[in-house]
């Protein structure tokens, strides 16, 4: 079995030395289930971890992604292994319950971001979308991979460093928009932009909606009324919509706040093929910021 390292692990490590796993010579063998994750720990990791990622496709549902058997073998031949967690990425659960010790005898290290953020059964999984999640996933990966690699620690804390540099810029933003628009109601198909959502201080609406389409069940027809009524009548400035899932009823809602005059924003679950975390975010920002100005009709 793997072990699920949380951040007090990680440091209990670095202080004893005598749990973590066994120390490499070389780049430290990483498998990330989502590619948001693999590029962080790219960006922190540098030369010192040959990373691999098994979600790349932003056309990919990552609820409904089935593993592959080559899969579960980069994943048994990983030091280090990264999951969002809470029930994101089950599959990869069951890869790593399937995964033996490497071939060295060393158990691997499974960092899952729901257990470092401190996630609790119904909180909103979509971590990335909240700058503190990922400065907390940042440093956890930084101090396993100076468990493995010691000598390293020094260059690994300078990445670190640099990598968490630059996202003050975008905190800057989040917090401008905060002090601009907040309170400012909005609403969204799915969660998938809550945690963005309340750090912006937005006030997001209608959320009984979107956690039934997130779940695939049918929204309740009061709750179908209810977002509808926002957008005929012009109750919200925005209307969210998950870039990577479309159906009859989120349609319907795009329509209708086009029809209301009321900007869309369309935002994904996957970083695009060759961005960078942080520019993902800053292009997200730059489209809120442009549809909250935008004057209602």
């Avoid at 060295?104 to 960092?111: I, K, S, T």
């Avoid at 990922?134 to 990966?141: E, I, K």
């Avoid at 996202?167 to 799915?190: C, F, K, N, W």
């Amino acid at each position: 079995m793997l072990r699920v390292a949380t951040l007090a692990v990680l440091l209990s490590w670095a202080l004893a030395g005598a749990c973590g796993p066994a120390r490499a010579a070389g780049p430290i063998a990483v498998v990330a289930a989502e590619a948001v994750w693999g590029d962080i720990a790219r960006q922190v990791g540098g030369p010192d971890v040959a990373m691999t990622t098994i979600l790349n496709n932003p056309a990919t549902d990552p609820h409904l992604f089935e593993a592959s058997p080559s899969d579960g073998r980069r994943v048994g031949a990983a030091q280090i292994v990264i999951a969002n967690g809470g029930g994101y990425d089950g599959w990869i659960d069951r890869l790593t319950d399937g995964a033996g010790p490497a071939a060295n005898g060393a158990r691997p290290v499974l960092l899952t971001v729901a257990g470092l953020a401190g996630w609790r059964d119904g909180d909103n999984t979509h971590f990335w979308y909240d700058l503190s999640d990922v400065r907390t996933f940042a440093t956890a990966f930084a101090a396993a991979c100076g468990d493995i690699l010691p000598d390293h620690r020094t260059a690994l804390q300078a990445r670190l460093h640099q990598f968490l540099d630059t996202l003050a810029p975008l905190q800057a933003r989040i917090d401008g928009m905060r002090g601009r628009y907040g309170g400012t109601p909005v609403a969204a198909s799915e969660p998938i932009f809550g945690l963005m959502a309340r750090v912006t201080g937005l006030a997001m609406r209608d959320e009984s909606f979107q956690h039934a389409v997130m779940n695939g069940t049918d929204p309740a027809p009061s709750d179908v009324a209810r977002v509808e009524d926002d957008l005929t009548a012009r109750r919200v400035r925005v209307l969210i919509l998950n870039d990577q899932t479309a159906g009859p009823a989120t349609d319907r809602l795009d329509q209708l706040a086009r029809d209301a005059g009321i900007p869309v924003l369309r935002v994904g679950e996957s970083l695009p093929p060759g961005m960078r975390y942080q520019d993902w975010i800053a292009d997200v920002l730059d489209r809120l910021g442009q549809a909250l100005a935008r004057k209602p009709a």
